[in-house]
């Protein structure tokens, strides 16, 4: 399976990005699809995850009301809807899948359980 990020860039604070991650060798419904970040200097943090399979979705409290994850399975792609952007967003941003992981709202998502890994996106929150 391999993803590819796409359509980070510069994007001032409050605004909004929408990034994607696009899979192939494989069915986006038959894993559960991660994001995370990384800024400079910083560990990596779940965003959230998408189980499209079963319909369940994850946001960390640090993005909860302002990104959404979806999917188009069509397309075999993967969305993350970034609004009301902060500069503490500046970050590259990652997709990663798992087979055997289960995205659940009540369960903390801190990427465990993912196989396979983009090459991230570069996303940045400036004036």
């Known amino acids: 399976v391999q993803l590819v990020e796409s359509g980070g860039g510069l994007v001032q604070p409050g605004g909004s990005l929408n990034v994607s991650c696009a899979v192939s060798?494989?069915?986006?419904?038959?894993?559960?699809i991660g994001w995370f970040r990384q800024a400079p200097e910083k560990e990596r943090e779940g965003v959230g995850c998408?189980?499209?399979?079963?319909?369940?979705?994850n946001d960390a409290d640090a993005v909860k009301g302002r990104f959404t994850i979806s999917a188009d399975n069509a397309k075999n792609t993967v969305y993350l809807q970034m609004n009301s952007m902060k500069p503490e967003g500046t970050a590259i941003y990652y997709c990663?899948?798992?087979?055997?992981?289960?995205?659940?709202?009540?369960?903390?998502?801190?990427?465990?359980?993912?196989?396979?890994w983009g090459k991230g996106t570069l996303v940045t929150v400036s004036t």
């Open positions: 998408i189980s499209s399979s079963i319909g369940t979705t």
């Open positions: 060798g494989g069915s986006s419904n038959d894993y559960t």
């Open positions: 990663a899948a798992g087979q055997y992981y289960r995205c659940s709202a009540s369960r903390k998502f801190d990427g465990g359980g993912m196989d396979y």
